[in-house]
Protein backbone atom coordinates (compact mmCIF):
# COMPACT_ATOMS: atom_id res chain seq x y z
CA UNK A 1 0.00 0.00 0.00
CA UNK A 2 1.57 3.46 -1.23
CA UNK A 3 0.95 6.17 1.84
CA UNK A 4 0.69 9.73 2.21
CA UNK A 5 3.74 10.38 4.02
CA UNK A 6 6.87 8.49 5.30
CA UNK A 7 6.63 6.31 8.31
CA UNK A 8 9.56 8.71 10.09
CA UNK A 9 6.96 11.58 9.95
CA UNK A 10 4.31 9.13 12.00
CA UNK A 11 4.87 9.80 15.19
CA UNK A 12 5.05 13.89 15.02
CA UNK A 13 1.52 13.13 13.35
CA UNK A 14 0.32 11.37 15.64
CA UNK A 15 1.20 13.30 18.91
CA UNK A 16 0.21 16.52 16.95
CA UNK A 17 -3.68 15.22 16.23
CA UNK A 18 -3.05 13.59 19.97
CA UNK A 19 -2.72 17.15 21.12
CA UNK A 20 -5.11 18.67 18.97
CA UNK A 21 -8.36 16.70 19.99
CA UNK A 22 -7.42 16.94 23.37
CA UNK A 23 -6.97 20.56 23.50
CA UNK A 24 -9.81 21.13 21.70
CA UNK A 25 -12.06 18.45 23.51
CA UNK A 26 -10.71 19.70 27.38
CA UNK A 27 -10.22 22.87 26.90
CA UNK A 28 -12.12 24.27 24.30
CA UNK A 29 -14.86 22.27 25.09
CA UNK A 30 -15.78 20.89 22.12
CA UNK A 31 -17.74 18.27 21.06
CA UNK A 32 -15.18 15.27 19.76
CA UNK A 33 -17.45 14.67 16.28
CA UNK A 34 -17.93 19.05 16.52
CA UNK A 35 -14.30 19.08 16.16
CA UNK A 36 -14.06 16.30 13.53
CA UNK A 37 -16.12 18.18 11.24
CA UNK A 38 -14.48 21.37 11.48
CA UNK A 39 -11.36 19.89 10.78
CA UNK A 40 -12.30 18.08 7.60
CA UNK A 41 -14.76 21.18 6.18
CA UNK A 42 -11.71 23.65 7.01
CA UNK A 43 -9.10 21.45 4.53
CA UNK A 44 -7.08 20.86 7.21
CA UNK A 45 -7.56 17.56 7.76
CA UNK A 46 -7.60 17.13 3.75
CA UNK A 47 -3.35 18.60 3.99
CA UNK A 48 -3.09 16.51 7.14
CA UNK A 49 -3.91 12.98 5.73
CA UNK A 50 -1.53 14.09 2.44
CA UNK A 51 1.45 14.68 5.06
CA UNK A 52 1.60 18.55 4.73
CA UNK A 53 4.71 18.79 6.97
CA UNK A 54 3.66 22.46 7.89
CA UNK A 55 0.00 20.68 9.19
CA UNK A 56 1.65 17.66 10.81
CA UNK A 57 5.11 18.74 12.35
CA UNK A 58 5.07 22.48 11.27
CA UNK A 59 1.76 23.15 13.57
CA UNK A 60 1.69 22.13 17.10
CA UNK A 61 -1.96 20.19 17.95
CA UNK A 62 -2.74 23.39 19.82
CA UNK A 63 -1.84 25.45 17.14
CA UNK A 64 -4.16 23.73 14.67
CA UNK A 65 -7.06 23.60 16.43
CA UNK A 66 -6.83 27.57 16.62
CA UNK A 67 -6.30 27.75 12.60
CA UNK A 68 -8.94 24.86 12.26
CA UNK A 69 -11.66 26.86 14.27
CA UNK A 70 -10.55 30.48 13.26
CA UNK A 71 -11.18 29.30 9.44
CA UNK A 72 -14.93 28.02 10.43
CA UNK A 73 -15.56 31.85 11.13
CA UNK A 74 -16.33 30.74 15.29
CA UNK A 75 -15.65 33.36 17.27
CA UNK A 76 -14.17 32.53 20.86
CA UNK A 77 -11.29 32.93 23.61
CA UNK A 78 -8.87 30.21 23.23
CA UNK A 79 -7.48 28.89 26.38
CA UNK A 80 -3.57 28.53 27.01
CA UNK A 81 -2.06 25.71 25.58
CA UNK A 82 -1.14 23.21 28.00
CA UNK A 83 2.59 22.46 29.13
CA UNK A 84 2.28 18.58 28.68
CA UNK A 85 0.18 16.09 27.35
CA UNK A 86 -0.82 13.73 28.97
CA UNK A 87 -1.74 10.56 27.27
CA UNK A 88 -5.95 11.34 27.69
CA UNK A 89 -8.27 9.09 26.06
CA UNK A 90 -9.27 12.58 24.07
CA UNK A 91 -5.62 12.59 23.58
CA UNK A 92 -5.63 8.98 22.68
CA UNK A 93 -8.55 9.26 20.41
CA UNK A 94 -6.70 11.93 17.89
CA UNK A 95 -3.12 9.66 18.52
CA UNK A 96 -4.60 7.05 17.00
CA UNK A 97 -7.06 8.45 14.67
CA UNK A 98 -3.35 10.04 12.86
CA UNK A 99 -1.69 6.21 12.92
CA UNK A 100 -5.55 4.32 11.29
CA UNK A 101 -5.85 7.37 8.70
CA UNK A 102 -2.03 6.82 7.78
CA UNK A 103 -1.90 3.40 8.16
CA UNK A 104 -5.13 2.86 6.15
CA UNK A 105 -4.47 5.68 3.74
CA UNK A 106 -8.32 6.57 4.19
CA UNK A 107 -9.57 10.32 3.92
CA UNK A 108 -10.27 11.87 7.48
CA UNK A 109 -13.76 12.34 5.57
CA UNK A 110 -14.02 8.72 4.93
CA UNK A 111 -13.34 7.71 8.19
CA UNK A 112 -15.53 9.81 9.91
CA UNK A 113 -18.22 8.94 7.91
CA UNK A 114 -17.84 4.93 8.74
CA UNK A 115 -16.64 5.92 12.54
CA UNK A 116 -17.58 8.42 14.90
CA UNK A 117 -15.34 10.07 17.21
CA UNK A 118 -17.46 8.71 20.31
CA UNK A 119 -17.03 5.40 19.03
CA UNK A 120 -13.25 5.75 19.09
CA UNK A 121 -13.53 6.98 22.36
CA UNK A 122 -15.30 3.72 23.20
CA UNK A 123 -12.90 1.54 22.50
CA UNK A 124 -10.27 3.32 24.25
CA UNK A 125 -10.38 0.97 27.41
CA UNK A 126 -9.80 -2.54 25.54
CA UNK A 127 -7.43 -0.47 23.33
CA UNK A 128 -4.89 2.18 24.77
CA UNK A 129 -2.70 -0.31 25.87
CA UNK A 130 -2.81 -2.51 23.01
CA UNK A 131 -0.51 -2.24 19.85
CA UNK A 132 -2.10 0.03 17.04
CA UNK A 133 -2.65 -2.84 14.03
CA UNK A 134 -4.93 -4.23 16.81
CA UNK A 135 -7.34 -0.87 16.26
CA UNK A 136 -6.83 -0.79 13.02
CA UNK A 137 -8.25 -4.37 12.91
CA UNK A 138 -11.13 -3.07 14.89
CA UNK A 139 -12.05 -0.21 13.09
CA UNK A 140 -11.85 -2.32 9.97
CA UNK A 141 -14.34 -4.87 10.93
CA UNK A 142 -16.58 -2.30 12.06
CA UNK A 143 -16.03 -0.54 8.81
CA UNK A 144 -17.20 -4.21 7.15
CA UNK A 145 -20.15 -4.62 9.26
CA UNK A 146 -21.62 -1.43 8.81
CA UNK A 147 -20.88 -1.40 4.85
CA UNK A 148 -24.00 -0.86 3.05
CA UNK A 149 -25.64 -2.47 0.40
CA UNK A 150 -26.01 -0.89 -3.18
CA UNK A 151 -29.64 -0.36 -4.41
CA UNK A 152 -29.36 -2.91 -7.18
CA UNK A 153 -28.02 -5.56 -4.37
CA UNK A 154 -31.09 -4.94 -2.39
CA UNK A 155 -33.94 -5.38 -5.08
CA UNK A 156 -32.26 -8.39 -6.08
CA UNK A 157 -32.14 -9.78 -2.51
CA UNK A 158 -36.12 -8.18 -2.41
CA UNK A 159 -37.23 -10.48 -5.49
CA UNK A 160 -35.30 -13.40 -4.29
CA UNK A 161 -32.51 -14.17 -6.95
CA UNK A 162 -29.04 -14.95 -6.96
CA UNK A 163 -26.90 -13.06 -8.71
CA UNK A 164 -26.43 -15.54 -11.69
CA UNK A 165 -30.23 -15.79 -11.90
CA UNK A 166 -30.73 -12.24 -12.04
CA UNK A 167 -27.94 -12.21 -14.43
CA UNK A 168 -29.56 -14.74 -16.58
CA UNK A 169 -32.93 -13.19 -16.88
CA UNK A 170 -31.38 -9.79 -17.12
CA UNK A 171 -28.70 -10.50 -20.32
CA UNK A 172 -26.70 -8.86 -18.09
CA UNK A 173 -23.15 -10.31 -18.16
CA UNK A 174 -22.50 -11.89 -14.25
CA UNK A 175 -19.36 -10.48 -13.94
CA UNK A 176 -20.39 -6.30 -14.63
CA UNK A 177 -23.26 -7.15 -12.59
CA UNK A 178 -20.86 -8.12 -9.17
CA UNK A 179 -19.02 -4.73 -10.31
CA UNK A 180 -22.16 -2.86 -9.96
CA UNK A 181 -23.34 -4.34 -6.76
CA UNK A 182 -19.40 -4.12 -4.79
CA UNK A 183 -19.71 -0.30 -6.39
CA UNK A 184 -16.19 -1.02 -8.38
CA UNK A 185 -18.41 0.17 -11.62
CA UNK A 186 -20.98 2.80 -10.85
CA UNK A 187 -24.55 1.18 -12.05
CA UNK A 188 -25.05 5.33 -13.11
CA UNK A 189 -22.96 5.62 -15.42
CA UNK A 190 -24.10 2.16 -17.24
CA UNK A 191 -26.21 2.20 -21.11
CA UNK A 192 -29.76 3.17 -20.29
CA UNK A 193 -30.98 -0.34 -22.07
CA UNK A 194 -28.55 -2.19 -19.42
CA UNK A 195 -30.48 -0.34 -16.65
CA UNK A 196 -34.10 -0.83 -18.13
CA UNK A 197 -32.90 -4.57 -18.34
CA UNK A 198 -32.33 -4.67 -15.03
CA UNK A 199 -34.89 -2.71 -13.46
CA UNK A 200 -37.64 -4.58 -15.92
CA UNK A 201 -36.63 -7.53 -14.33
CA UNK A 202 -36.95 -7.12 -11.05
CA UNK A 203 -39.83 -5.20 -11.52
CA UNK A 204 -38.19 -1.41 -10.61
CA UNK A 205 -38.49 1.76 -11.32
CA UNK A 206 -35.09 2.64 -13.02
CA UNK A 207 -33.95 5.18 -10.52
CA UNK A 208 -34.52 2.77 -8.00
CA UNK A 209 -30.97 1.28 -9.29
CA UNK A 210 -29.52 4.48 -9.48
CA UNK A 211 -27.32 5.19 -6.89
CA UNK A 212 -24.68 3.71 -4.68
CA UNK A 213 -26.25 3.00 -0.96
CA UNK A 214 -29.39 2.18 0.53
CA UNK A 215 -29.77 2.26 4.37
CA UNK A 216 -29.36 -0.75 6.13
CA UNK A 217 -32.67 -1.74 8.41
CA UNK A 218 -32.40 -2.34 12.09
CA UNK A 219 -33.91 -5.55 11.70
Given at each position: ???????QY????M???????DYA????K????A?MEL????GY????GK???????????????I???????K?M?F???QV?Y?C???????WI?A????Y??????D??A???M?EILK?????H????E?????V????????Q?T?L??????CG??Q??L???S?V?L??????ELG????G??????V?S?A????C?V?????S??LL?ED
Amino acid sequence: MIRAYAEQYLHDAMANLGEAFDYAINACKLEPDAFMELFIASGYADSFGKGNPKIISGLSGTELVIEVIMKSGKTMEFPDAQVAYDCSAKYWCGWILAYYQWYSARSFRDIHAGISMQEILKLYPTHHEAAEEKFADTVNAIFMRKKQPTKLQAQRKKCGYSQKELAEKSGVNLRTLQQYELGTKKIGKASAQTVASLANTLGCRVEDLIGSTILLSED
